[in-house]
């Protein structure tokens, strides 16, 4: 794609330094830019190094200047990078219809406007609205919904009674309503405790590749609208989670545990069952938590506790080596060994 560069600001809401009749042909990394190519910078640094490189124009902060450079200056870089990518690098178009290869039950509904690729299974009932993608070998099991605009990337499952917002994104290798985990120990054995709910996922979703997410034992397994899930995540039955959540890899949550609006889980955090953790919690990367957390709070560790109080504790575990060996002085001085 060819744009000049005041076609490209007007659509970044950006001011421009230099020449604007300028023709951008692509966007790429700084240490791998080329004339004719838009790059990024969101400090000092990474500036000095787009300024140095072949790139004709940068994207940078409203103070930036240059007289090397065409600038695009706006007032948030990292918004104007992810704006501009859509722009040069836009998602691809799938045609409706319905590939001969998918397998789709006569009672379903299916829009003429989605596309229905191939080895997709579509179970009884289902409702498929428009513009959806299936986009090879997914199942759709009887009685779900997936909502306008919605698209699913290969070998995605979802189990029965699944009910899927519009413009939600879900990755390759998703399984959306297996079984919750339950059994009750009975007579020397794991009985299990029938799952009959199901899973509601709102609008504006995005779900990693080979993320779980498990039906409720009763009720509903909840994703609020405009959460995003990374990549091999587990979420566990009857979990509500809030709005404009965001959880990275490897994050583990427990049955029933609830989770407020605008929260970030990073790595490989894991929830005991039962949890309320509120609105706007940051929990920082591999920590346990165990403990109910409120609204705005920070907490890491193993277990979690306040980050404060985690800090202080990890430094003090630093100052150990050195606190013994003052003790074994004092013992020894004290003692005369």
Known sequence: MNLTVAELAKQLAG???GDARATLTGFAMIDRAKAGDL????NAEYFAAAEASAATAIICDLKAASDKKILIRVANPRLAFAKALAIFFPEPQFAAGIHPSAVIAKSAQ??????IGPHCTIGERVKIGAKVVLQAGDFIGDDSVLGDETNLFPNVTIYSRTQIGQR???????VIGADGFGYVFDA???RKVPQIGNVVIGDHVEIGANTTIDRAALGSTVIGKGTKIDNLVQVGHNVEIGEHCIFCAQVGISGSTKIGNYTVLAGQVGLAGHLKIGN??????????????PDGEQ??????QPDRQAKRMMIALQRLPDLFKKIAEWEKKLTGN
């Open 168 to 174: 939600v994104r879900i990755h390759a290798g998703v």
């Open 110 to 115: 299916v829009d003429p406007s989605a596309h």
């Open 39 to 42: 790059t990024f910078a969101e």
């Open 280 to 293: 706007q919690v940051t929990i920082g990367s591999k920590s346990g938590v165990m403990h109910n957390i």
């Open 15 to 17: 001011e421009i330094t």
């Open 188 to 190: 020397g054995v794991h």
């Open 299 to 304: 907490w890491l560790g193993i277990p979690a």
